[in-house]
């Protein structure tokens, strides 16, 4: 079996955040409260002060009879990160701050990272986190950017 990497780093405490809806949804077939379905297995992610891991709860309608029963998996979003991201958003937040505000190089923001908070972030991340940036701050959206801003929980940093 591989062993991540970010299991290896100092960083990680064992924290898991399990996020789950506070009140449990209702069905907006029959309106009777969902059921906990699964939950999903706990991924890693890069945070600022740590590295953590994120289980989402899946809810789906309990009553067989139901056309609710046979929707697809209901989810809560992800205030922590969007789907299939290594960094949280303070991460992508800071390497922002960094380029933007102190006009480091992507070398610099690198090197910043590791010594600040010993995150070592590769250049190509660097450069897929401003360029969504840039893409936030140019306020050109079109209907396909809309979608794919959407699919990943309508957050731009």
Known sequence: MVKSRTFEQPRYNGTCYTIEFSERPKCT??????????????????????????????YRCGHPFCPGARDPLTRPPNPYCADHDEYDYEVKAKVCELRWS????????????????????????????????????????????????????????
Request: net charge negative; glycine share 6%; proline share 3%.
């Open 102 to 157: 102190r006009r480091l190089t992507y070398e610099e923001i690198e090197e910043e990272m590791d010594r600040l908070y010993g995150i070592k972030i590769n250049h190509s991340a660097i450069e897929i986190v401003l360029k969504m940036y840039e893409l936030g701050c140019a306020e050109k959206y079109r209907p396909e950017y809309i979608e794919k801003i959407h699919s990943r929980g309508g957050v731009l940093l």
């Open 29 to 58: 077939h029959c309106e009777k409260p969902m059921k906990v379905v699964s939950h999903s297995k706990p991924v890693m992610r890069i945070g600022l002060g740590e590295n953590y891991e994120i289980s989402i709860t899946y």
